[in-house]
Structure formats: structure tokens, C-alpha cells
Nanobody
Framework: QVQLVESGGGLVQAGGSLRLSCAASGRTFSNYCMGWFRQAPGKEREYVASITWDTGVTAYADSVKGRFTISRDNAKNTGYLQINSLKPEDTAVYYC????????????????WGQGTQVTVSS
């Protein structure tokens, strides 16, 4: 059974940094992608970033380019999302998910999700 467990969220001041982790188990992840998403209060869940487990090909939403960095440690089956220069509008529950890869890039098809970790940014 695939399990994804996020950690690393918390309350930080604007301008600070956080590194979120996603510990994954239950699947051979080399053929898949890991994605990060977030959902702010009263808003729909939105895509943040993704990475292919085997080759490390990354992609980002335009809104986070330059501040967010996605990475993974294959030996630990753990993915990371480094968030710098945090803004109050980054406040959300952050989710990791595992999904399909096609022609070396991540698709929009994600089938397993973690429970989420809360990030709150104070101004």
C-alpha cells in the first residue's frame, strides 16, 4: 500500500524559510513522479511543483518559480520542497502526491496523496 507522509510545516514569519518533507513507501517510485500541491483557506487546491523520481526533471508553477525548490533523495524515498522568502499568501496546507510520468516528464495524473502539512506565514 502506497503511503505518503508530509512533515516540516509550521508557523514562520514572512521572509523566512521552510523545508517540507514527504516520506514515501509502498511502491517502486523510479517509474513515477512526486508532486507538491497546496490549498489555501477558501481556495481550490493548486499545483506547486513536481519532479521525476529517477531523473530529477523538475517543473514549477509560475507563481513559485525562484522561491521554491523541489528535490528528492532516492535512497530515502523522500521528497522535499524548500520554500524561501515566504509570503503570507503562501499560507496553506501543503500536500505531496505520487503520479504518472510520460516521456520523461510528470503528467497531471496523481493517484496517491499524503495527509498534508500546514504552513502558516505571519506578516
Amino acid at each position: 500500500q502506497v503511503q505518503l507522509v508530509e512533515s516540516g510545516g509550521g508557523l514562520v514569519q514572512a521572509g523566512g524559510s521552510l523545508r517540507l518533507s514527504c516520506a514515501a513507501s509502498g511502491r517502486t517510485f523510479s517509474n513515477y513522479c512526486m508532486g507538491w500541491f497546496r490549498q489555501a483557506p477558501g481556495k481550490e487546491r493548486e499545483y506547486v511543483a513536481s519532479i521525476t523520481w529517477d531523473t530529477g526533471v523538475t517543473a514549477y508553477a509560475d507563481s513559485v518559480k525562484g522561491r521554491f525548490t523541489i528535490s528528492r533523495d532516492n535512497a530515502k524515498n523522500t521528497g522535499y520542497l524548500q520554500i524561501n522568502s515566504l509570503k503570507p499568501e503562501d499560507t496553506a496546507v501543503y500536500y505531496c502526491a505520487t503520479g504518472r510520468k510520460w516521456l520523461g516528464h510528470c503528467t497531471t495524473l496523481y493517484d496517491y496523496w499524503g495527509q498534508g502539512t500546514q504552513v502558516t506565514v505571519s506578516s
